[in-house]
């Protein structure tokens, strides 16, 4: 049973509609938050294929959980991140994978807010232990991370991470001042908030599936994705200049707001 004055979390979750088990992800969420927290997912599906997510994800609303809302939108993670983001009304908003059922614990989630809570960062970002990760996919990632850190000054080791929690302010800077870059949205919203002089964590978090993204896998992202998501790194840096002056105001500005008397 809630307490009065409970603390709510919006949850996001961008999923393709031939995912198969998004009723799990739906219960780790759900696991994660009951009874402490006010709870709200958001569902957000690309339905360009055929499959059963918008229909399972109604039928858990119904059955489950009322909290959970379905929203059909032909749109890439970006822009479905983006959307539920902009409809969340959580004191506390992240975003996950739909196959985090695959992964994470439902105890990531919680520990991921709880520090919010505690106000001890702004956002709070998994960090995954790469111990039984292949040697390439290990590459993949660190590699990335290492262009982040000296494009954009991020000092974590796993910038694309599938789990994101931030307060509330935050996400109101990210819909401000993020341009949703297709597959670099992730460095986007940790730059905009390290502008904004916000505190971004790292969460060490070992999942289940111990990153077991199989060789060929990697491969296939590295000649797909690779490239656009070094297209639009650097197109970022290329205007960060520009929109970091923009960030700085607005932060100066909200500070005044919350500082002036009533």
Known sequence: M????????SVIIPALNNFPAISRTLELVRAAFDPEYELETILVV?????GPVVSDGRVYAVERDARVVVKRLKSDK????????????????GFIDADAC???????LRTAVAVLVEGKADCVVAQRDQQHWSGLRRAKTNLFAVIARHLFGLPLRDTQAPMKFMNRDSADLVLSHCVWPGWAFDIDILWVLKTASKSIRPLPVQWKSNGGEMGWVTILLLFTMAPGMLVRTFSLRLTA?????????????RNVGVSSPA
């Not at 690309?46 to 055929?50: K, M, N, T, Y």
Request: net charge negative; no cysteine.
């Open 2 to 9: 809630l307490e009065d004055g409970a603390q709510k979390v």
């Open 46 to 50: 690309s339905d360009d294929v055929p």
């Open 78 to 93: 970006a822009v479905a991140v983006h959307w539920g983001i902009s409809q969340a009304t959580g004191d506390f908003i």
């Open 102 to 108: 695959w992964e994470a614990e439902a105890e990531h």
């Open 241 to 253: 200049w520009r929109r970091k002056k923009a960030i700085k105001v607005d932060v100066r500005r």
